[in-house]
């Protein structure tokens, strides 16, 4: 599966919040949420369609992967891209400059916790 641009993601969001939402509606959102003329939103729905991401029937956008399982491929591909598959490399890279509260540890301690085999 591709990866969505910032764009794309921006219009995604909207779709699965929306399901169905009609293109010209969709349009009219990012006009005012963003600026974006119609022919812009138009570019990446049909760039999002042709990464199999959108279903676009009689101008009713669906998006083909729910929010969660894209989310899900993306982080992966962060982690094998950027950190080698390691999530503790990860995390380091993310607390090494600002530490972490005691509330955030905790919870972070549990999420683990609730993951290991």
């Not at 995604?12 to 022919?39: D, H, R, T």
């Not at 950027?82 to 999420?111: M, P, Q």
Request: one cysteine or more; aromatic letters at 10%.
């Amino acid at each position: 599966m591709e990866l969505l641009s910032e764009a794309e993601s921006k219009i995604a969001e909207w779709i699965w919040a929306n399901p169905g939402i009609g293109s010209m509606k969709l349009v009219a959102v990012c006009e005012s949420s963003y600026g974006w003329k119609q022919s812009t939103v138009f570019t990446m729905i049909r760039r999002m369609k042709d990464k199999g991401l959108l279903v676009n029937e009689k101008s009713h956008l669906t998006m083909t992967v729910s929010r969660h399982a894209y989310y899900h491929m993306y982080t992966k591909h962060i982690l094998e891209c950027h950190y080698g598959g390691s999530l503790t490399a990860f995390v380091e890279s993310a607390l090494v400059y600002d530490g972490i509260d005691k509330n955030e540890a905790g919870r972070l301690l549990n999420v683990i916790r609730k993951y290991t085999n």
